[in-house]
């Protein structure tokens, strides 16, 4: 089985699945959730711990990122049960041993039937297929795990499509900033130039470099270009598709410091509202990428 083409995956998925098994039936379960790295815990029945490598195995060639449980239980099947005889040769050697005990202790006490019945090699049973079971086990878990990547497929799609709007909500947060910047500039130049002519302080070249000043200090040009270049770089991400969480993880970061930065300069209400949504909504998007693979 070969994985999906590129698409976006969930860390989270459930898959159940039976399958014929030589004596029985096999129960597979499959639970998923969000972790750093691929994480396995196998609980497998003694019957079948022979073949935990296999599941091991498989579950890591086809499973990349998440904390996965995969449990493993055999129901039998009493119309297939193997039969169990009892070993003509071990009932003749301890009937023969019991009888000479008997004669030095007459007295004993009558062995019980049960406890003869429990002793090793007393009964014998139809050789298990190994094969059998392993190549039953490995279509089934194969089965198991197609469904689980389909579940954690369809859990993808829609953290994409969050991720989407949201990033469609942080577009609309920078269009809000960019026409402010010189309307702000403007302010700030009347209010300088009053204060200036209150204290009889007529001087174009001091105004002309307190406002050059104030721009600098305001200037919000870069770190508006580098939101835009990182939601362009997310697009790209989500259409490409594959195992892409820690790619948006690392934009997050990026993005985050962009939306500090615009907030420590701000100079008013409107560009601080600004930069306080946009926090929240990169902080929305980063916990949503969290589940993503």
Known sequence: MTRPAPTILSMTGFAARETRFPGGTLLIELRAVNHRYLELHVK??????????????????????????????????AATQSAVVLNPQMVTQIAQTLTRLREHFPDAQAVNLVDIFKLPGICQSDPVDTEAMAQSLHEGLLQAIKELIAARQREGEKLKQVLLDRLQGVREQIGIVKPLLPQLIAQYQEKLTAKLREALLEEDDRIRQEMVLFAQRIDVDEELARLQSHITEMDRILAAGGAVGKKLDFLMQEMNREANTLGSKSVSIET??????????IEQMREQIQNIE
């Open 272 to 281: 601080t509202q600004v930069s306080m949504q946009l926090k929240v909504l």
């Open 44 to 77: 497998i029945e003694d019957a079948l711990r022979q073949f935990e490598p296999l599941v091991r195995e498989l579950l890591q060639t086809h499973l990349g990122r998440g904390k996965v449980e995969c449990r493993l239980s055999l129901k039998s099947d």
